[in-house]
């Protein structure tokens, strides 16, 4: 079955610092994989996703993310973080069968000034 | 164009009450579901409609039924309301089988007492 592994619960960087925010999965065939963003309060919206093609892809908020199928990865990068992008950010990769997807647990993002 | 929305926002019950959730989406998509989000388990598949008519079990079904009434809108109904199902509660929508990008409503918090 399809699984989702984010290591880290909480990070926390400096305003202006790189952040990369680490994802694996597990899945047999190509995968459809996502990054959401939660901010406090909200709903969720769709950074980026990957589907085929260039392993890597740019989404919004000048975020961009890596696809490495020999580490199962799709770890989510940023070059200098905001202010505005605290907020739990959630990896995801659609199931097999159906159009479902499965989550991660989420990473909760805190920027420090 | 409202997307997803959901009510209510913010719901308390008491154990044993009953309630039902509220979702529409006026984006003439095919396909509806309900999360839970909970702190550290990300979000889990409750029930979901791959299209107008059918329903179907998520990864945890027990103590929720549902309805798509229509094309826009799916409810989630609690009939005797648990402490285990305070949570937050996600509605999305995606266009059909070969789309893959869920749109999520703004969610309600529930708390039972």
């Known amino acids: 079955a399809q699984s989702v592994t984010q290591p880290d619960i909480h990070i926390t960087v400096s305003e202006g610092a790189s952040l990369e925010l680490r994802c694996n999965y597990s899945?047999?065939?190509?995968?459809?994989l996502f990054w959401y963003v939660q901010s406090p309060g909200q709903g969720l919206q769709l950074l980026l996703k990957?589907?085929?093609?260039?392993?890597l892809v740019q989404g919004i908020k000048g975020f961009e993310a890596e696809f490495k199928r020999s580490q199962s990865s799709f770890n989510l990068r940023k070059p200098s973080v905001h202010w505005s992008d605290a907020a739990e950010y959630f990896c995801?990769?659609?199931?097999?069968?159906?159009?479902?997807?499965?989550f991660g647990a989420g990473t909760i993002l805190r920027v420090k000034s | 164009n409202a997307g997803v929305t959901q009510t209510p926002k913010f719901q308390v019950l008491k154990t044993g009450q009953s309630m039902t959730l509220q979702c529409a989406q006026d984006?003439?998509?095919?396909?509806m579901y309900w999360y839970r989000q909970d702190p550290g388990m990300g979000l889990r598949l409750i029930y979901y409609?791959?299209?107008?008519?059918?329903?179907d079990k998520g990864e945890v079904p027990n103590g929720y039924n549902v309805s798509r009434l229509n094309k826009r809108e799916f409810s989630l109904r609690l009939e005797s309301a648990a402490p285990s199902q305070t949570s937050v509660y996600f509605c999305?929508?995606?266009?059909?089988?070969?789309?893959?990008?869920?749109?999520f409503g703004p969610g309600t918090r529930l708390t039972v007492l």
């Open positions: 899945y047999g065939a190509t995968p459809y």
């Open positions: 409609s791959a299209s107008e008519g059918t329903t």
């Open positions: 990957y589907f085929s093609g260039d392993t």
């Open positions: 984006m003439n998509h095919n396909s």
């Open positions: 995801a990769v659609r199931r097999e069968y159906g159009n479902k997807l499965v």
């Open positions: 999305a929508s995606v266009a059909g089988p070969y789309y893959n990008e869920q749109f």
